[in-house]
């Protein structure tokens, strides 16, 4: 497997998010040479998602590559980025996450240092669109924000796992799962509609393969969360 991070962004209709996505993701600061790839996986979006995409990105060193999944869920979505990626630390990020400037190095280190790790989950911190609701604090795992651990290491718990948001996985032991005939049996946000439970899907097939899970509370990023789900029915949903 190629040493290096590929970061999937999976997409429907992210065409007005897509843009402040590649420009944070753009900024790293990298002081030891790394090789990395962004996938954008494209979820049957009806809108210009892609055209946005490309002109947004920059980078003649990095290279972004667009791919195209036609059958809507993020589980199909995220299996299509995993395919499509060319290097073993494989970093999913949302079309509304913003990554800190050492958000590869970060990866990649946590990756490396921890052989028995498949996935790695760091902290998402929320930016509202408006101000914030007073429960939000109270919910906010489920908007994936917040810590996923009491501390930085190994989560050892039988009942824990990481949201899907940043998380990051170890794409070899993954083809190993799928190998041995594993299927995501949930879908995961479809479209318009909410749905959810293929993060922690994810988390137990791998922890069931025999492989850790791991929090890293230095992977930050910024999730922005619109007015739109800011809401009780929302939350409801």
Same mark, same amino acid.
């Given at each position: 497997m190629n040493d290096g991070v590929s970061v999937v962004i999976c997409c429907y209709n992210s065409a007005s998010r897509i843009t402040t996505v590649l420009e944070y993701l753009s900024n790293?600061?990298?002081?030891?040479?790394?090789? =990395?790839?962004? *996938?954008l996986v494209d979820n049957a979006s009806d809108d210009e998602t892609t055209?946005? %995409?490309r002109r947004a990105w920059k980078s003649d060193v990095v290279p972004l590559h667009i791919v195209i999944e036609p059958k809507k869920g993020l589980s199909n979505a995220r299996r299509k980025g995993i395919q499509e990626s060319h290097y073993e630390f494989v970093s999913f990020i949302d079309d509304d996450n =913003?990554?800190?400037? !050492? =958000?590869?190095?970060?990866?990649?280190?946590s990756m490396k240092?921890?052989?028995? *790790?498949?996935?790695?989950?760091?902290r998402g911190e929320a930016?509202?669109? $408006?101000?914030e609701p007073e429960w939000f604090e109270r919910f906010q795992q489920s908007f994936a924000v917040g810590p996923q651990?009491?501390?930085?290491?190994?989560?050892?718990?039988?009942?824990?796992?990481?949201?899907g948001a940043g998380l990051v996985l170890r794409k070899s032991v993954w083809d190993k799962i799928i190998d041995k005939g594993f299927e995501f049996q949930?879908?995961? !946000?479809?479209?318009k509609m909410i749905a959810s439970g293929e993060d922690s899907e994810m988390?137990? %097939?791998? $922890?069931?393969?025999?492989?850790?899970?791991?929090?890293?509370?230095?992977?930050?990023? $910024?999730?922005y969360i619109s007015k739109g789900r800011m809401s009780v029915p929302y939350l409801i949903r």
């Open positions: 790293q600061e990298i002081n030891h040479p790394i090789a =990395w790839e962004v *996938v055209v946005v %995409a =913003w990554v800190n400037t !050492r =958000w590869i190095e970060g990866v990649y280190g240092n921890n052989p028995d *790790v498949a996935l790695v989950g760091g930016v509202f669109e $408006k101000e651990a009491a501390a930085d290491g190994i989560m050892k718990n039988a009942d824990s796992f990481l949201y949930l879908s995961g !946000r479809t479209g988390c137990y %097939a791998i $922890k069931l393969a025999g492989y850790d899970l791991y929090y890293d509370s230095t992977l930050t990023f $910024k999730h």
